[in-house]
């Protein structure tokens, strides 16, 4: 079985970020305390100044949520503040931070070519685990992993050109928005 965006469900986001969150907040005796006394949580969500869209369109289906918006009062700092990506890099930059690494799933199927080569180099076993998930799938729909092309294939007829491609700094592309 491979993930359910690799069949053209957008769920991850939701299913892997979203409800792990909610479910910490839901239970949170802060949070809990907070909303008995009829306030709202602050959450800040980092949509950079490039993700306009995404930004409206939140805002829009927050508006029409009338839980989370009893619960919640979502802002988006970086957005409001003019920061785009290269913006956001210099602040982490600057302050001496890690830069933090897509945040995806070994077996995304939004993985790109020079990605999966990067991965084969550092994390061999992960894509061990990847090729075997696509070689025991129903492929009808698919050709693999990678929805229109199979990571098997690609990796068999790789000679690892444009592993060095990759710009680590772009945000994961599962957006499920």
Sequence with gaps: MLPAVAYGFKNCSQ?????????????????????????KIIMLVGYDFDEEQRVLNARRSLANDAVLSKKFQYEYPLYDWGWDRGACIDAIQRTGLPRPGKSACWCCPYTKKPELLRLQQDHPELVEKALAMEQSADLKQIKGLGRRWNWGEFLDNSNSCGIDDIDHDMPCGCYDG
């Design 15 to 39: 299913k892997f970020k979203i409800e792990p969150q909610e479910k910490e907040w839901n239970n949170h005796p802060l949070c809990k305390a907070a909303w008995a006394r009829g306030e």
